[in-house]
């Protein structure tokens, strides 16, 4: 494909050789003159000057003194996005349901969707046209997935909540009688775990997006286009608004709520009925604004200093309390 007519398809300028064929994408250490690469960090844009790729994606204030083959966009990254899938068409399944996937009675499974071998729908289910189901997604009874939902392989939908009662010494069962309801454009990485409602309903909303082994337990709710990394776990009754954007290997206790736009960093944990303030960064365990955070991790930083300090100003007290003559 031409430079200048990728340049075209996305909508923006070119700038050097618009003639040359671009085979691939390539990453920009290891890009050759048939590849294409982007950069928008400030390190890649250091890197991308002796890159040897045949064209770059970059910002549209990229210096370009030797009058390289680029194309300039306001995000780098996701033109790129638009780029691959036209170099690196990749195969899409075969829709309708495979032979080897086990399909209950009673579902409502909507034109050109896709089910691949040993997937197991429940009865009951509901799956919206354009959803995808890789091999091995297990659909528990009664769950509802809307169109052009993206599940991969080994998530479970509709398992039970972690739901018990303790009476006279021992743990019961609280029934998990609820349901899943997940909105349209979803994708849900492999492995994941979404808990049916104990009663009500667990949803995710239209366009978010679950990475690799995410638990959403019983009675959470996800808003729209949120972002959640791998390993992250929500306890039960968590409330995640409208694009907030969760890191990998966050904790969250139960009747958590993550307001509209807050980004909760990697690794952080967040203590049971605590509401996180949209629009803000919140880092650590306890959970707090990443000001505070950075704030008490220098604070940390300073204590091998501040006990020598003491050490010293016990030392003096010593000798000034010392009687004297002594």
Request: proline share 6%.
């Amino acid at each position: 494909m031409r430079v200048r007519d990728i340049a075209e398809r996305l909508g923006l300028t070119w700038e050097g050789d618009g003639e040359r064929e671009v085979l691939r994408v390539a990453p920009l250490d290891t890009a050759g003159s048939g590849e294409l690469a982007f950069a928008n960090s400030r390190r890649a844009l250091r890197d991308a000057q002796s890159s040897s790729a045949g064209c770059l994606l970059v910002p549209l204030e990229f210096p370009n003194p030797g009058g390289r083959t680029l194309i300039r966009a306001k995000d780098p990254r996701a033109a790129c996005a638009k780029v691959i899938p036209w170099l690196h068409p990749v195969p899409q399944p075969p829709r309708g349901i495979h032979p080897a996937a086990l399909i209950g009675a009673d579902c409502d499974i909507a034109a050109g969707v896709s089910i691949g071998p040993l997937c197991v729908v429940g009865d009951g289910v509901r799956i919206g046209s354009g959803s995808v189901l890789y091999p091995g997604v297990h659909v528990y009874p009664g769950v509802e997935i809307g169109e052009r939902a993206v599940i991969h392989s080994g998530a479970v939908i509709g398992a039970d909540g972690f739901g018990f009662v303790f009476e006279d010494g021992r743990y019961s069962k609280f029934p998990q009688v609820g349901r899943v309801v997940i909105g349209n454009d979803v994708e849900i990485g492999a492995n994941c775990t979404i808990d049916r409602a104990a009663l009500g309903v667990t949803s995710i909303g239209d366009g978010s997006k679950l990475d690799n082994l995410v638990h959403i337990a019983h009675n959470c709710r996800i808003g729209r286009h949120v972002v959640i990394a791998a390993q992250t776990g929500l306890a039960g009754g968590t409330v995640i608004e409208d694009y907030a954007v969760i890191g990998g290997q966050v904790g969250m206790g139960d009747n958590v709520t993550v307001k509209s736009g807050a980004v909760v960093g990697s690794g952080a944990g967040i203590l049971s009925s605590k509401v996180l303030r949209g629009g803000e960064v919140w880092w650590g365990t306890p959970a707090r604004p990443l000001k505070e955070y950075l704030e008490t991790l220098a604070n940390v930083g300073r204590l091998p200093q501040l006990r020598r300090e003491v050490e010293e100003l016990r030392r003096r007290l010593e000798e000034l309390e010392k009687p004297r003559g002594s």
